[in-house]
């Protein structure tokens, strides 16, 4: 089986059910693990599918297909017997999730890599004392994890890069968009932009500049669009003529460390872009503009 791999979900969870379907729509033989009645699992990921019919992600004839690869247990050991991954996703106590690693490594030594979804506790943490530290990593899906694609990979200080690399190749087989998170940092990194965000609507409303409302419009109808389609740093680059590294020119200063790390990290980003979504400027704009049309229309804007 070509770039198919024998999966197993640990938590059915809102974040297990999810991914489940994420590797079943993929073509990937899952397993899906609980403690709870099967009953209620089998539904759960049900659920989960029919959502994705509701919403136009896949056809009704695509998620029976899905749900035919799947496989439902109460018995752990079964569950990891054949796995080449297994996602871990039971609620947020460190003692449970090594207790569950601490069985498979038992069970499977070091041919199984195992990633939590955990969105707080750090590798280096659940990797303490465990069997094969190094085959323990964060894969922390963003909700809802059974539409958004992103993944933080974070292996910690002692990662095995060539575990990392299989595990990005893993998700991107599942469907998701992996990142890595170079260092271990509170948060990882989404949680730092959307808390930063969070912290200032907060701010702009306790100070009475404008109401809650008009904070969400405010992201919805601009920057969030924005952001939706060319990320944080790609955006401002766009707004710049010549990009990021002609801005402190522009207002006549020397481009300090961040201008230039920004800037050349940007400019590589777009050049490595499929053509498709635009590897030029003036393409990525004209995608953006595509992008936006779409959701407009949707929100009855156009
Ligand atoms: N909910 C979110 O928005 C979100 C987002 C990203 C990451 N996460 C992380 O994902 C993990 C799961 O979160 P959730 O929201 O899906 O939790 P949840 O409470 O919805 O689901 C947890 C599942 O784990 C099962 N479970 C409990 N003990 C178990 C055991 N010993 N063995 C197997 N299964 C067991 C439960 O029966 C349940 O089905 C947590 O670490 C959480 O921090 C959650």
């Given amino acids: 089986m070509e770039n198919k791999y024998h999966i197993t979900l640990v938590g059915s969870g809102m974040i297990g059910a999810g991914l489940a379907v994420n590797a079943l729509m993929n073509g990937h033989p899952t397993i899906i693990y609980d403690v709870i009645d099967l009953e209620k699992v089998k539904k759960t990921v049900q659920d989960v599918l029919d959502i994705m019919v509701e919403a136009g992600a896949i056809t009704g004839e695509k998620a029976a297909e899905a749900a035919s690869l799947a496989s439902y247990t109460n018995d752990l050991d079964a569950a990891v017997e054949k796995a080449d991954f297994v996602q871990e996703c039971v609620p947020e106590r460190i003692e449970l999730k090594q207790s569950i690693y601490r069985q498979i490594q038992e069970k499977r030594g070091d041919k199984v890599v195992i990633c939590s979804s955990t969105s707080a506790i750090m590798p280096s943490v659940l990797q303490k004392d ?148 635009g590897n030029i400027v003036e393409d990525v704009i004209k995608f953006r503009d595509k992008i936006f049309a779409v959701i407009l229309k949707e929100y009855g804007k156009l």
């Avoid at 809802?144 to 095995?160: H, K, M, N, T």
């Avoid at 595990?167 to 948060?187: A, F, H, L, W």
């Fill in 130 to 277: 465990m069997l094969y530290p190094k085959k323990i990593l964060v894969g922390h899906p963003y909700n809802p994890s059974y539409l958004l694609p992103l993944i933080e990979v974070c292996g910690g200080p002692d990662a095995d890069q060539e575990v990392v690399e299989l595990v990005m190749n893993i998700y991107r087989s599942m469907g998701k968009e992996p990142i890595y998170c170079k260092k271990e940092t509170e948060g990882f990194i989404v949680n730092k932009l959307s808390w930063a965000a969070m912290d200032a609507a907060k701010k702009v409303v306790l100070d009475g500049v404008c109401s809650v409302e008009d904070i969400d419009k405010a992201i919805i109808y601009g920057p969030g669009m924005r952001m939706a389609v060319t990320g944080q740093i790609m955006t401002m680059s766009l707004g710049v003529q010549g990009g990021l590294k002609a801005a402190a020119a522009k207002y006549g200063k020397e481009p300090n460390e961040a201008d230039i790390i920004l800037g050349d990290g940007v400019d590589a980003e777009i050049a490595a872009r499929p053509k498709e979504f």
